[in-house]
């Protein structure tokens, strides 16, 4: 059965961290890129972090960029997205999302989400 699910998630005040972690199981996490989506209350499923499988390449969304990492754990089969300098227009319920292509197509994992709030 595969599984992903976040955590780390919370209140935070403005310029605050938060670390997100995503642990996966059920399918070969090594194989699969990863990325961090975010959706904040009635906007549409943003991007924010991507790293490849191996964990030799990263990007981010303009919005986060120089103020979150992502990384991955392969022996633990876990992701990571440290976020600094936290503002209010971060809040949002953040999704690690599993992807990964082969000759059958493309497969994709989601986990359940983690709220976000940044607010004083």
């Known amino acids: 059965q595969v599984q992903l699910v976040e955590s780390g998630g919370g209140l935070v005040q403005p310029g605050g961290s938060l670390r997100l972690s995503c642990g996966a199981s059920?399918?070969?996490?090594?194989?699969?890129?990863m990325n961090w989506y975010r959706q904040a209350q009635g906007k549409e499923r943003e991007l924010v972090a991507t790293?490849?499988?191996?964990?030799?390449?990263?990007t981010y969304a303009d919005s986060v960029k120089g103020r979150f990492t992502i990384s991955r754990d392969n022996g633990q089969n876990t992701v990571y997205l440290q976020m600094n300098s936290l503002k209010p227009e971060d809040t949002a319920v953040y999704l690690c999302?599993?992807?990964?292509?082969?000759?059958?197509?493309?497969?994709?994992?989601w986990g359940q989400g983690t709220q976000v709030t940044v607010s004083s």
């Open positions: 059920g399918f070969t996490f090594s194989n699969y890129a």
């Open positions: 790293i490849t499988s191996d964990g030799s390449d990263t």
């Open positions: 999302n599993a992807i990964s292509h082969s000759w059958s197509g493309w497969t994709n994992y």
